[in-house]
C-alpha cells in the first residue's frame, strides 16, 4: 500500500537557510539519491575535502534533514549519514514574506533548487549517447500552458504530488523484490507558476 506520509514543510527561517548554501544542498540530494554513504565518499562526487563535507552534514544534522546511521561502519570510525525522512521537505513563500531576511532566503534556496536541477538535466543532455535508445526514448521533456485559478494549480500540484508518490512506492516495492534489472535513479522535475505572455 503507498505511504500516505507529507512531505515536511519548512516554516522555521534558520532551517531554511541550512539550504542557502550551495554544498549543503548537492549534498542533500546527493544523499537522498544514494540512501546512505560517509563524508568521504560524498567529498569525492563533489570535488570537496571530506572536513569541509562532514562540517556541512552536521549542519544539516543540527537542522533535522540528515542523520548518522549505525550499522554500516566496518571499523568503527567511520559516519555513515542518511536523510532524515524519505519524503522530503518544502516550503511555501507566504511563510517567510513578512521579513526582508525571509523573502531573499526563499529566493536563494529557490534559485539554488532550480540550478541544481538544470545541472542535472544538463549533464543528462551531454549523456544522452551513453545511456542507449531504451532511456532515451523513455525519456521526456514537457511543457503545457493551461489556464487556471490559484486554487487549480494548487490542486494540480496536488495530484501530481500522489502521482509521484505512487510511482516512487512501486519503484521501492520492485526494488525490494529483487527487480533491479535496468532499474535507475529517474528524476522528474515539474514546474507550475504563473506567467503573461
Not at 28 to 46: I, K
Not at 73 to 95: K, L, M, N, Y
Amino acid at each position: 500500500m503507498p505511504s500516505q506520509r507529507k512531505t515536511e514543510r519548512i516554516t522555521d527561517l534558520s532551517r531554511l537557510k541550512a539550504f542557502t548554501n550551495p554544498l549543503r544542498m548537492r549534498l542533500y540530494r546527493l544523499l537522498y539519491a544514494t540512501g546512505t554513504a560517509t563524508a568521504s565518499q560524498l567529498a569525492e562526487q563533489v570535488g570537496e575535502a571530506p572536513s569541509l563535507v562532514s562540517y556541512h552534514l552536521r549542519k544539516l544534522a543540527e537542522h533535522g534533514f540528515v542523520t548518522e546511521t549505525s550499522g554500516q561502519s566496518t571499523d568503527g570510525r567511520e559516519r555513515w549519514w542518511r536523510v532524515a525522512t524519505e519524503e522530503g521537505w518544502g516550503f511555501r513563500d507566504s511563510d517567510f514574506a513578512d521579513t526582508p531576511e525571509g523573502t531573499a532566503a526563499v529566493g536563494a534556496v529557490t534559485r539554488a533548487l532550480v540550478d541544481t536541477r538544470v545541472a542535472q538535466y544538463r549533464a543528462y543532455l551531454d549523456q544522452t549517447a551513453a545511456w542507449g535508445t531504451a532511456w532515451t526514448d523513455a525519456a521526456f521533456s514537457s511543457e503545457w500552458m493551461l489556464e487556471l485559478s490559484p486554487d487549480e494549480l494548487a490542486e494540480l500540484g496536488e495530484e501530481l504530488d500522489a502521482l509521484a508518490r505512487r510511482w516512487r512506492e512501486r519503484g521501492k516495492a520492485a526494488k525490494a523484490a529483487g527487480d533491479i534489472v535496468d532499474r535507475e535513479h529517474v528524476s522528474v522535475h515539474l514546474y507550475g507558476f504563473p506567467f503573461r505572455p
